[in-house]
């Protein structure tokens, strides 16, 4: 499996490459700390290809603009934030912005292999320690999209409709009169339930369903799908 590894400290990921080879033989890390190495990486393996990559995200990182840079460059190849501690929000944040999820900086070579092979394989990853009891420990987007909306709460489903709507976030905070990082976890939660990875996708799996269940729905049909997170 290929994987690029995108963070500032070559000695982490020398780290994790020896700790992957010593699970499984074919593991093959290349690291990247600009967009000049990620360019460098991708002309590489011209033939290859990247099946994974892990970003480490910090303010650093947003600044660089990896979100927009690394589908301009790799596609659809799924993308890791590897952060310092985990937690709802940065588990949301991941979501928001077009990663399939989040590993923690400290986790075990077993974890970040499972993480990389669950994203690769087109699945959501979220650390064990944030998931719900019995929940597994990633959603394929195939299989979770299928819920019907009947599923969602009621705020769920104000936020998702304000969404596919074309709100921003601080839109939302202000039409529901709560706090930013109050929509952060609902939009986590929101993901998570029905199998997408970013607003873009949410808003258009609620449009796939809204003929056959709008009768269902108290709010008026959403307009655009396409607005940005901030």
């Known amino acids: 499996m290929n994987v690029l590894m995108i963070d500032s400290l070559p000695l982490f990921v020398a780290g994790v490459a020896d700790a992957l080879l010593k699970l499984d033989k074919d593991w093959k890390v290349w690291s990247a700390e600009n967009p000049d190495d990620v360019y460098r990486v991708r002309d590489e393996l011209i033939g290859d290809g990247i099946d994974a990559i892990t970003l480490e995200w910090d303010d650093e990182a947003a600044r660089v603009g990896w979100p927009e840079v690394l589908p ?7 993308w890791l934030f590897v952060v310092r501690n985990g937690g709802r929000h940065a588990i949301a944040d991941a979501l928001l912005a077009g990663a399939a999820g989040v590993v923690e900086r400290h986790a075990t070579a077993e974890e970040f292999a499972l993480a990389l092979k669950q994203v690769a394989s087109g699945a959501i990853y979220v650390p064990s320690r944030y998931r719900d ?15 019907r909306l009947d599923r969602l709460t009621p705020r769920q489903l104000e936020v998702l409709r304000l ?35 970013n607003r873009t996708e949410a808003a258009l799996w609620l449009a796939r369903r809204i003929s056959g269940e709008a009768t269902r729905l108290p709010l008026p049909l959403p307009r655009a799908a396409f607005a940005g997170a901030d």
């Open 72 to 78: 301009s460059v790799f596609g659809a190849v799924p």
């Open 133 to 147: 009891e019995d929940e597994p420990c990633a959603r394929t987007l195939s299989s979770v999209g299928e819920r």
């Open 163 to 197: 969404l596919a709507e074309g709100k921003s976030n601080k839109q939302i905070c202000r039409a529901l009169n709560v706090a930013e990082g109050t929509i952060k976890n609902h939009l986590y939660a929101l993901f998570r339930q029905i199998g997408v990875s």
